[in-house]
């Protein structure tokens, strides 16, 4: 039997309606609206579009978008001095700074500056530390929002065992906090784990989050698995190129239980959880 297809693009739909509804009924009630600041540092095309599309989304669901886009070689003094700005500013709930950033910027002193209480990003060693021991912290996006997607096919993870191939700071470590915290049996693994395959296929959950195009096939996943594909590879295609994850997905759909595609699987969900984030930390404020 095929595996279920997961529509990571209805459900951040669903997700980005609910939050318009809460967004709408703030503002009915008086309250000024969530504010979301995004910095842009250089013209990296993919970062490019993907700020626009989060200032898209931000303002369709009635959110206020801050956009600071700023010339490749701005100073680290002048980005610190704009996050502290942000930092004191009551009607900016959420402040995010595009990465990459150019090198003669240190990327760790940028995201440290950032108040926790509006990293929502959720990259800030405050918010990493408490993610970590299980206190209430801003999760990364992209995490929280394959976390929803598992949560549509099986509501709970209990005992299951999850293996993560990929250990970066954005994805794969956050990812495996949070199958933990679901009471998941957690692998992480990595490019120095020897015999991948067999490790993947002992997987309820498998998360692949490397970056190399198709990596995962057939060898690597159990029959019934439930397979979260975050990888973003472009790839030729005849003249063009086009968008592959990091799982073979025809080899892989005949064999899981459940799998994301690619695109639309998990890329949707990341900016909709930036903005949960975003109105949550506008809610906390709020008490
Ligand atoms: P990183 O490059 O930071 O991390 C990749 C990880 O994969 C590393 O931990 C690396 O191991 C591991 N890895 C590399 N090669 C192998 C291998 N042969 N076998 C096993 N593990 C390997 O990538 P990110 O975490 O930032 O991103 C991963 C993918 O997810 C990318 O395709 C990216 O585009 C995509 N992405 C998608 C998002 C979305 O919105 N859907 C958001 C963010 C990322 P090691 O640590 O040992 O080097």
Known sequence: ?????IDGKAVAASLRAKLAMRV??????????P???VMLVGEDPASQVYVASKAKQTTEIGMVSIEH???VETSQADLLARIAKLNADPSVDGILVQLPLPPHIDADAIIEAIDPAKDVDGFHPVNVGRLATGGKAFVPCTPRGSM???RTVRADLSGLHAVVVGRSNIVGKPMAQLLLAANCTVTIAHSRTTDLPGICRQADILVAAVGRP?????????????V???GINRVPAGEKTKLVGDVDFEAVRGIAGAITPVPGGVGPMTIACLLENTLDSYELKLG
């Open 228 to 230: 979260i594909d975050v």
């Open 69 to 71: 886009k700023l010339p």
């Open 148 to 150: 929803r997607l598992i």
């Open 24 to 33: 709408a009924a703030h503002v009915a009630a008086g309250k000024r609206a």
């Open 1 to 5: 039997m095929p595996a279920t297809l």
């Open 35 to 37: 504010g979301l600041a």
């Open 214 to 226: 198709l990596m995962l096939n057939a060898a690597h996943v159990k029959p019934g698995a439930i």
